[in-house]
């Protein structure tokens, strides 16, 4: 097998980000409206965290629409620094294991991955694949692999995990071929192909992007802005690496990608207005029929 795969452009240099939010009452911005990358601007009503993916100013507020539906969005002018408040030093895997569970539960609770844990007792983490329409997975897998199993051996160890699976569909043979390279180094985790004999409502369930933002959170206390999309286009596929919080028409201009007159769907999900979507981390596909 090549050892090469297809081409991931990155593009994570959008000129304004929309972060979505529910209330302005539960936000946290400064006065003088600048924000850096990595800085906490809020809650959402549920609980979760908000995080800044950029450096740049607040310049105003804007109705706009998520996979999930309309909302508010702050909009923010990227400066193109990354400023960050302050620079966290990358812990080592040795000094991970050193870490107590509390301090790993005080971290999940920061970057909102506390609410996918439980007493359970086995883990899944699932990796998608379309040929055509969906390959981020597949690429995080391919050049983050040694990461993921890591990560998954760190849980695995703090939460008293017996099993876990990485389950990779079938037609994804690079996925499956970086993983084997590795997996033999940890006795409790395997790949699969289908969940049909697991019981996945007693098991914890992660996707392969989840361990990854894990892993950046844990190493170093930080919030992972950075996402995967494809995008298909008359048989054609792109590989994008961006920043969460991307505008979709942003990322259609800047790529010349040709859409008007056509329909644009997210995730099968059929969009009317592209010019108020927002990108998140729930987007793994984008196709203009």
Do not use: H, W
């Not at 929309?18 to 800085?39: A, S």
């Not at 692999?145 to 703090?158: P, Q, S």
């Not at 989840?210 to 844990?218: E, G, H, L, P, Q």
């Amino acid at each position: 097998m090549k050892k090469n795969i297809q081409e991931c452009l990155t593009y994570i240099t959008p000129k304004f980000v929309f972060i979505p939010f529910d209330e302005v009452g539960l936000l946290r911005i400064k006065k003088n409206k600048v924000v850096f990358n990595n800085m906490f601007l809020g809650n959402r009503k549920n609980g979760e965290y908000i995080y800044s993916p950029v450096s740049g100013n607040i310049i105003g507020m804007k109705d706009m629409r998520t996979i999930d539906g309309m909302c508010k969005a702050l909009v923010i002018e990227n400066d193109f620094i990354d400023r960050k408040e302050k620079i966290n030093v990358c812990k080592s895997y040795n000094n991970l294991l050193k870490l107590k569970k509390s301090e790993v539960n005080d971290i999940l609770v920061k970057y909102n991955f506390d609410k996918k844990f439980g007493n359970k007792k086995n883990l899944l983490v699932s990796s998608t694949y379309n040929k055509n329409n969906d390959l981020g997975d597949m690429v995080l897998n391919y050049e983050e692999y040694e990461v993921i199993l890591e990560t998954m051996d760190f849980l695995m160890e703090k939460y008293n995990i017996k099993n876990a699976y990485i389950n990779i569909p079938k037609e994804d043979l690079y996925s499956d071929f970086s993983y084997n390279k590795y997996i033999n180094a940890f006795d409790n985790i395997c790949t699969i192909n289908n969940t049909k004999k697991l019981k996945v409502q007693d098991m914890i369930c992660l996707t392969v992007m989840d361990v990854f933002d894990i892993y950046k959170a844990i190493c170093k206390n930080y919030y992972n802005e950075e996402m995967f999309v494809t995008i298909y286009e008359n048989c054609n596929s792109i590989i994008l690496k961006i920043k969460e919080y991307t505008s979709l028409i942003e990322l259609f201009n800047d790529f010349k990608v040709s859409y008007k007159g056509k329909n644009v769907f997210v995730n099968d999900v059929l969009i009317d207005n592209i010019d108020l979507f927002i990108i998140t981390k729930k987007v793994k596909s984008i196709v203009i029929k």
